[in-house]
Antibody, heavy 119, light 111 residues
């Protein structure tokens, strides 16, 4: 069975950075696409971008370019999302999601990581 | 303001049928497939419908999707209490450098 398990909740100060991890199991992590989506309280999901663990190539949504970095460790089957220069508007649940090329959809999601940005 | 437009709420009695609409444009729904996600309270979204109308294994056939032009819809028949959740449509948008967009979500209440 395919699982994505994310790291625990974080509380950060404005201006700082946060790094969220996402450990995959049950499928070939290397030859996959791992996406990141965030959801602010009471709001719709917002797509942040994706990374291909095989090559390390990452694509970022324009809203986050320059402030976010996706990385992966193939030996650990783990993806990471680092967001910098945090502001209160970044308070949200951050999800990793496996992308199914066959179905062109996010078919498995992590449980989410709550990131709270507060002074 | 979400790129895809959904009604904020919908409701129906157990056993009834409910339809949720999703309106987009030529750069998203008009030229790409639509997916639907169900989000139960306090949980991650779950893929409900992909490629406009296909169901992943395990999703009951009470759930169906369709697309026409720049709009899509999700129908839920034989409503059950466990269907009470938020529903989001999503599509790839070809504008800018390309991005996945979501609807604002529809909160379904089973009366």
């Amino acid at each position: 069975q395919i699982h994505l398990v994310q790291s625990g909740p974080e509380v950060k100060k404005p201006g700082s950075s946060v790094k969220v991890s996402c450990k995959a199991s049950g499928y070939t992590f290397t030859y996959s696409y791992l996406h990141w989506v965030r959801q602010a309280p009471g709001h719709a999901p917002e797509w942040m971008g994706w990374i291909t663990p095989f090559s390390g190539r990452a694509i970022y949504a324009q809203n986050f370019q320059g402030r976010v970095t996706f990385t992966s460790d193939r030996s650990l089957s783990t993806g990471y999302m680092e967001l910098r220069s945090l502001r209160s508007e970044d308070t949200a649940v951050y999800y990793c999601a496996k992308f199914s090329v066959d179905n062109s959809a996010f078919d498995v999601w992590g449980q989410g990581t709550m990131v709270t940005v507060s002074a | 303001q979400s790129v895809l437009t959904q009604p904020p709420s919908a409701s129906g009695a157990p056993g009834q049928k409910v339809t949720i609409s999703c309106s987009g444009s030529s750069s998203n729904i008009g030229s790409n497939i639509v997916n639907w996600y169900q989000q139960l309270p306090g949980t991650a979204p779950k893929l409900l419908i992909f490629n406009n109308s296909q169901r992943p294994s395990g999703v009951p056939d009470r759930f169906s999707g369709s697309k026409s032009g720049t709009s899509a819809s999700l129908a839920i028949s034989g409503l059950q209490s466990e269907d009470e959740a938020d529903y989001y449509c999503s599509a790839w948008d070809d504008s800018l450098n390309g991005l996945w967009v979501f609807g604002g979500g529809t909160k379904l209440t089973v009366l």
